[in-house]
């Protein structure tokens, strides 16, 4: 019989590369928000892979970027601190984008790695094969990589070859979280991400990187319905008038996208109450980002 295997594995990469779509893809769930804009994940997601003869926990890191803030610090300082103690680490690309100063920011950073460092070339399913030779070819000459493995994150390509490749990798190890739990974090923090991801989804310009959701109460009532009370934070009045939208009509919808999420999320009808908050300038104030969830 072979002895049970364990171990850590952080996913980096440049923003929108598809990280947290892998992470979802890996646990089977919707953990790690999602969308199209930079910047989406704030804090480091944790999802936890368990087969019989191994447990991989995944470290979402959010990209690393050049911080313009405090929230932004704290989101750098977060992908770096994965980096450190992992069995392995997935730096994560996209094929459809060239390599860029981001990428070199955090090759040089992957080369003091003590661990093993697999690239990750995502969203094969936008290129021609035959382009997936010269992005081979270049990153090949930037570091040495354990392996190179193309996947796509949406589609599922590769994805098993990616899975098995890592568990030979991890050494012997305790399994250390039960076959059921998928997340480290608890379940008000998904829910706060999921109403968040709807606000990107919906709004545009600042407002995105101007808001921040906290979950002030999730009760279970007699009906068996969850009752969930949420503010949505933003930094202005004028971004206050966006998110509530004509005649409530904006506010309305991101409820009702997130509400149907969530309920997908706890398996439980959802009533969901969202109310909107205006607090100047949160991200540059660390009272209000360890109120917001951001802590160091
Ligand atoms: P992150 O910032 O690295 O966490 O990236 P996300 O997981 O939020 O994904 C960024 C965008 O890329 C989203 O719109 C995803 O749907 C999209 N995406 C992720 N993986 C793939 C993929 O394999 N193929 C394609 N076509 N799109 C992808
Ligand atoms: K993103
Ligand atoms: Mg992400």
Same mark, same amino acid.
């Given at each position: 019989?072979?002895?049970?295997?364990?171990?850590? &594995?952080?996913? $980096?990469?440049?923003?929108?590369?598809? @990280?947290?779509? *892998?992470?979802?893809?890996?646990?089977? #769930?919707?953990?790690?928000?999602?969308?199209?804009?930079?910047?989406?994940?704030?804090? %480091?997601? =944790?999802?936890?892979?368990?087969?019989?003869?191994?447990?991989?926990?995944?470290?979402?890191?959010?990209?690393?970027? %050049? /911080?313009?803030?405090?929230?932004?610090?704290?989101? &750098?300082?977060?992908?770096?601190?994965?980096?450190?103690?992992?069995?392995?680490?997935?730096?994560?690309?996209?094929?459809?984008? @060239?390599?860029?100063?981001?990428?070199?920011?955090?090759?040089?950073? *992957?080369?003091?790695?003590?661990?093993? $460092?697999?690239? &990750?070339?995502?969203?094969?399913? @936008?290129?021609?094969?035959?382009?997936?030779?010269?992005?081979?070819?270049?990153?090949?000459?930037? !570091?040495?990589?354990?392996?190179?493995?193309?996947?796509?994150?949406?589609?599922?390509?590769?994805?098993?070859?990616?899975?098995?490749?890592?568990?030979?990798? !991890? /050494?012997?190890? /305790?399994?250390?979280?039960?076959?059921? =739990?998928?997340?480290?974090?608890?379940?008000?923090?998904?829910?706060?991400?999921?109403?968040?991801?709807?606000?990107?989804?919906?709004?545009?310009?600042? $407002?995105?990187?101007?808001?921040? &959701?906290?979950?002030?109460?999730?009760?279970?009532?007699?009906?068996?319905?969850?009752?969930? #009370?949420?503010?949505?934070?933003?930094?202005?009045?004028? #971004? %206050?008038?966006?998110?509530?939208?004509?005649?409530? %009509?904006?506010? @309305?919808?991101?409820?009702?996208?997130?509400?149907?999420?969530?309920?997908?999320?706890?398996?439980?009808?959802?009533?969901?109450?969202?109310?909107?908050?205006?607090?100047?300038?949160?991200?540059?104030? #660390?009272?209000?980002?360890?109120?917001?969830?951001?802590?160091?």
């Amino acid at each position: 019989m072979t002895e049970h295997k364990s171990g850590f &594995v952080a996913i $980096v990469g440049r923003p929108n590369v598809g @990280k947290s779509t *892998l992470l979802n893809r890996i646990v089977g #769930q919707k953990i790690a928000i999602m969308s199209d804009k930079a910047q989406t994940t704030r804090n %480091k997601i =944790q999802g936890v892979y368990t087969t019989p003869e191994a447990q991989l926990i995944f470290i979402d890191t959010p990209g690393i970027h %050049k /911080p313009r803030h405090r929230l932004g610090d704290f989101m &750098v300082e977060t992908a770096y601190s994965a980096i450190r103690e992992v069995d392995a680490v997935l730096f994560m690309i996209a094929a459809d984008q @060239k390599r860029g100063k981001g990428d070199d920011f955090i090759i040089e950073r *992957l080369k003091d790695s003590h661990s093993p $460092v697999y690239l &990750v070339i995502n969203k094969i399913d @936008k290129v021609h094969p035959d382009d997936l030779l010269g992005i081979i070819e270049d990153y090949r000459q930037q !570091m040495d990589f354990k392996e190179i493995i193309p996947i796509s994150a949406t589609e599922g390509n590769n994805f098993d070859t990616l899975m098995t490749t890592l568990v030979d990798q !991890m /050494p012997e190890g /305790p399994q250390y979280f039960p076959d059921d =739990q998928i997340t480290d974090h608890p379940e008000y923090f998904i829910v706060s991400e999921l109403i968040r991801e709807k606000v990107l989804l919906l709004t545009r310009d600042e $407002v995105p990187h101007s808001v921040a &959701v906290v979950v002030d109460s999730m009760k279970r009532n007699e009906n068996d319905k969850v009752h969930i #009370q949420a503010t949505i934070i933003v930094e202005r009045d004028s #971004q %206050k008038g966006i998110i509530i939208g004509k005649g409530g %009509k904006m506010l @309305k919808d991101i409820g009702t996208k997130a509400r149907r999420d969530i309920e997908t999320l706890l398996g439980d009808k959802v009533y969901l109450e969202l109310w909107v908050k205006v607090q100047k300038d949160w991200r540059d104030k #660390q009272t209000y980002l360890t109120d917001y969830g951001y802590k160091k």
